[in-house]
């Protein structure tokens, strides 16, 4: 978990400084304006309002601080993964923990995995810097909350779970089966989301079930 968090600091050092003008031209240039109407079209047939309301914010606020990002909605088991620009590159179903919660208990941090019940099964919602990194059998993940052991990978076969299977399928219903860790499909993980967050990191926003996005992104801006 030490070893998590050191590779998360190291990567917020990796900050790179742009001349006034050239930053102005790039956060206001034509084809950055041509990029954010063609995403937040493809939002508005495909995501949910809370998606695309998190989507203004962050575009609103320069959230993201000029790195990669993907939105969570555990309601509909979906991602949505963005460039450093904003421009949205893919979408995809995802796996996530069969608790429909959005705190952990810290209490989850002494047990150990086989001993966690169904309702301490939980992703978190949240804004969370996040880097890839080893797990524990030394292959690559996107560590969300090193904390609790929260990662993104690819999804994996689990006997009896089926997890291939609820992935595919066009249903949100049967989505929710990890302990916590959030599975996507395994091209999604290789070819979009691991280029994107490899060189620096990212942002992993995910959205509440409980409580309201409102309350998420106003938390966001005290916590700024």
Not at 31 to 41: G, I, L, N, Q, S
Not at 80 to 89: A, E
Request: hydrophobic share 35%.
């Amino acid at each position: 978990m030490t070893t998590m968090l050191k590779v998360i600091k190291n990567a917020g050092k990796a900050v790179l400084l742009l001349p006034p003008l050239f930053l102005f031209l790039s956060l206001h240039g034509p084809d950055v304006e041509a990029k954010d109407k063609e995403t937040r079209k493809k939002l508005e047939s495909t995501a949910s309002d809370e998606v695309q309301k998190t989507y203004r914010w962050i575009e609103k606020e320069r959230d993201n601080r000029k790195l990669p990002f993907a939105i969570i909605d555990k309601k509909n088991a979906h991602i949505y993964v963005f460039d450093d620009k904003g421009k949205i590159i893919d979408t995809g179903p995802v796996l996530l923990g069969i608790a429909k919660n959005d705190q952990i208990d810290p209490k989850t941090l002494k047990k150990p995995l086989s001993s966690i019940g169904k309702e301490d099964r939980v992703t978190p919602s949240g804004r969370f810097q996040s880097v890839i990194g080893p797990d524990h059998r030394g292959k690559q993940v996107l560590w969300v909350d090193p904390q609790f052991a929260i990662a993104l990978h690819p999804v994996v076969n689990v006997p009896g779970q089926n997890r291939f299977t609820r992935i595919e399928s066009s249903s949100a219903d049967d989505n929710r089966i990890t302990w916590g860790c959030i599975n996507v499909p395994v091209p999604l993980f290789k070819k979009v989301i691991t280029p994107l967050f490899k060189p620096k990191s990212g942002f992993v926003y995910i959205l509440p079930e409980s409580d309201s996005v409102e309350k998420l992104l106003a938390q966001n801006e005290k916590n700024d």
